[in-house]
């Protein structure tokens, strides 16, 4: 079921230093003494930090469960080919820009966060999905070296555990639809966050994420 826009807030500043590392909002956001340069030098760019990731994110959330059509996923070159698609090729245009959908990202503001609430947003309202790059192994979606998910990997993730099943619809490109309507419509940040922690310290996980990419798991 769809955040109401108070248990939006609720969750998102429960996790915003722990698990988000949003150092912007471990204090009151509220608080609009609390400002800082959206760009260094820029006088007119003074604004308050907290209120762009906590207002970005709802935004993003809420563009995502009013609007219709397929989700598209996969890293950033495979992605960025389906720009002109959405009319999002020019460089003035973003997913918040009024007008222009949001089915594949393209944010002038992004953060893990964020990205969280695109997927939720989509889950919520059991929407497909298209993974529009080709997984092939576990390197694929997490990174060894930073003892991180890949966003791929970790959009792959919230999938497999809020109901999702793969399926091959055309050519060499999955798609996952929403099985267990159920599980969608009780995810939640604070869900997607523990689960995702869990996943990171399970080599088991990784690999049942990379095989859920290919359709096998």
């Known amino acids: 079921m769809a955040y109401s826009k108070t248990a939006f807030d609720q969750d998102l500043l429960k996790l915003a ?3 988000y590392q949003l150092n912007e909002l471990r204090q ?4 609009g003494n609390r400002t800082r340069y959206e760009a260094p030098g820029d006088a007119n760019c003074k604004i308050n930090l907290s209120q762009i990731s906590r207002q970005t994110a709802w935004a993003v959330y809420d563009k995502v469960v009013r609007s219709g059509g397929d ?25 918040l820009t009024d007008g222009l959908p949001i089915n594949v990202q393209k944010l002038a503001r992004w953060s893990v966060c964020i990205n969280d ?4 947003g989509a889950i919520h309202t ?26 791929t990997g970790r959009e792959l993730y919230g999938l497999s555990k809020f109901g999702y099943q793969p399926e ?30 869990e996943a990171a310290r399970s080599n088991v996980a990784k690999a049942k994420i990379s095989l859920f990419a290919q359709g096998i798991y």
């Open 28 to 31: 009151n956001p509220w608080d």
């Open 17 to 19: 230093y722990g698990h």
């Open 117 to 120: 609430c695109w997927i939720l």
């Open 71 to 95: 989700m598209y996923v996969g890293r950033l070159a495979q992605t960025q080919q389906l720009y002109r698609r959405f009319n999002l090729e020019d460089p003035t245009h973003f997913n």
């Open 126 to 151: 059991h929407k497909k999905f298209c993974l529009v790059t080709n997984i092939r192994n576990t390197g694929e979606i997490y990174d060894y070296t930073r003892n991180i998910f890949i966003v």
């Open 168 to 197: 091959r619809e055309w050519g060499s490109v999955m798609t996952f639809v929403c099985t267990n309507t159920q599980k969608a419509n009780q995810a939640t940040l604070k869900d997607y966050a523990y689960f995702t922690g």
